[in-house]
């Protein structure tokens, strides 16, 4: 019997293909949209991103900076990178072809730009680049996003980085490569690989780089940045002073760090809850019988219980020795319930945990402990998954939804993104889920604890921005993961108007003028970490 073979299912052997050649020619579409109707307003303005402060906008009218350009050897065509040179709305103060080593004891330009030949720059991308130089008083280095050129100069495959993240950039499979340095900086770096470079002339704390989170550099195949060397990122490290950290091939192909423990801190969790014991038991039962850190206790917090089974459940785990059973009928305020056993508490770290996750696996909290105590972090997380194994939260973005939202939600994690892949190692953010928190009990006091204003939502934000605000930075450990049955204890929807009005006061420019971890190529209307669409063009 015939028939048209387009109305014939295809054979399952060819279904992934098909597959993969749908989802290529979608993101082909969406960056074409993109870079047609969103990424001009993008363009226009001068923008830089430096460590978890407010991104700085500059006047597009202001004198750029001299840069001169260093063509280092590379696979492709270094006639193509002289071409788009020759484009730039303004030009280089000085060309050189040769290893940066060299290039740098010949220029006197202040700035110089890196590129590989074969790759091409941005018509604005001298300006814009110059224009920065001039916004990040104290940068030794700055990068770009990008994106490689494929069958016949074609732009495909946008990475689009978040601002300087020193924890991320270490151990991820893909980071910016220096696309200028300062001269005198970059003397002792110059024989380096690009990524030793970066870790180099950003500082231990991400201090001297300055990010441009704009599409201006179009690389060939050969000239994008190398997956880390553990090796190469173990010394700078140590050089850089961390002198415990350990580097070692981890998933996703990334990197982890571990830092072992100089002692064994004390660690209480708490969980505040109204009845819902099936959800109480499942977490209780978990954190006590899949953690393995043997200084860990359980504070929970009884809301205003009245199920028999909740009284019958609370009598059971009381019997432990390591748990404390302690009650709090009043109007339910999570910043409130929290603070109140945390100022019970004697442990040295705090781990604030939700009545709907789960622990699945033993080993989970070392990770975590090993950043907490580390002295310029505040607040550490994991990836916290849906009972389907997709994201719900890798950490918070602000401004996203218009408030505060998780990028990656949704995704499996290690799917990839322009933004890269949640399970890509550790992340820097401005904020983490309170679902699972830990924080040392020291570093929660000193910033007053959560603002009991916020009765249900926002506190967590609100709690790390104030924690960055001393100088200790939110992470996400992806390599650990908890379920989280979001919102399953409490209506999502049931957000007191304060709250909100509190975020905006409190959350200031990171929600209006964008969040230095995420990136503004990306939309805020979604989780997805895709490229922003037309229709938020601004």
Not at 88 to 93: G, N, R, Y
Not at 299 to 328: C, E, I
Request: neutral net charge; aromatic residues 4%.
């Amino acid at each position: 019997m015939g028939g048209d073979a387009a109305g014939r299912r295809a054979p399952p052997s060819r279904m992934p293909a098909l597959l993969r050649r749908g989802r290529r020619a979608a993101a082909r579409e969406a960056f074409d949209a993109f870079a047609e109707h969103v990424e001009p307003e993008l363009l226009a303005c001068p923008r830089v991103h430096r460590f978890a402060s407010p991104p700085v906008l500059g006047d597009p009218r202001a004198p750029a900076a001299a840069l001169a350009v260093c063509i280092e050897p590379g696979d492709g065509d270094a006639g193509e990178t002289h071409d788009a040179l020759a484009e730039q709305t303004t030009p280089a103060a000085a060309l050189h072809q040769g290893p940066l080593a060299e290039v740098l004891r010949e220029t006197r330009a202040e700035w110089v730009v890196t590129l590989q030949a074969g790759d091409r720059l941005a018509p604005l991308a001298l300006e814009r680049l110059g224009q920065a130089a001039r916004l990040a008083p104290g940068a030794a280095v700055l990068t770009a996003d990008e994106n490689a050129l494929g069958r016949g100069g074609r732009r495909v495959d946008p990475r689009c980085f978040p601002g300087p993240s020193p924890d991320h950039f270490a151990v991820a499979p893909h980071a910016p490569a220096p696309i200028a340095v300062r001269r005198d900086d970059a003397v002792t770096v110059a024989r380096g690989g690009a990524r030793e470079r970066l870790l180099r002339l950003a500082g231990p704390g991400g201090e001297a780089h300055a990010h441009v989170p704009l599409l201006l550099v179009h690389r060939s195949p050969a000239g994008r940045a190398a997956a880390p060397e553990a090796a190469v990122v173990q010394r700078v490290l140590r050089d850089g002073g961390d002198a415990a950290a350990r580097v070692e091939p981890g998933g996703a192909r990334a990197l982890h760090v571990r830092r072992p423990l100089a002692s064994e801190p004390s660690v209480e969790a708490i969980v505040c809850f109204r009845d819902r014991p099936e959800l109480l038991e499942r977490c209780a039962r978990s954190l006590l019988e899949r953690t393995g850190y043997e200084r860990l206790s359980l504070r929970l917090v009884d809301n205003g219980s009245t199920d028999a089974g909740t009284a019958a459940l609370l009598g059971d785990l009381g019997r432990n020795r390591r748990v404390t059973v302690m009650a709090d009928p009043r109007p339910f305020n999570f910043a409130a319930l929290n603070n109140r056993a945390a100022a019970t508490s004697g442990a040295d770290l705090l781990l604030f945990l939700n009545n709907d996750t789960e622990i699945l696996e033993r080993g989970w909290l070392e990770p975590l402990l090993e950043e907490a105590v580390r002295d310029v972090v505040g607040a550490v997380a994991p990836l916290l998954t849906y009972a389907n194994g997709t994201v719900q939260h890798a950490g918070a973005a602000v401004g996203m939804h218009g408030w505060a939202g998780h990028p990656f939600a949704g995704l499996r994690p290690d799917e990839p993104t322009p933004f890269g892949a949640a399970a890509q190692g550790t992340r820097n953010w401005l904020a983490v889920s309170a679902a699972c928190l830990l924080v040392e009990r020291r570093k929660f006091a000193a910033v007053g604890g959560f603002d009991e204003g916020f009765a249900v939502a926002g506190n967590d934000v609100d709690l790390c921005l104030r924690l960055t605000e001393r100088g200790w930075r939110s992470l996400c450990v992806p390599r650990v993961r908890l379920r989280h049955d979001e919102s399953a204890s409490r209506d999502p929807g049931d957000v007191p108007r304060g709250d909100f009005e509190r975020s905006a006061r409190r959350y200031g420019a990171f929600r209006t003028v964008g969040d230095p971890f995420y990136n503004p190529n990306l939309t805020l209307a979604e989780t997805t970490c895709a490229l922003r669409r037309p229709e938020e063009a601004r």
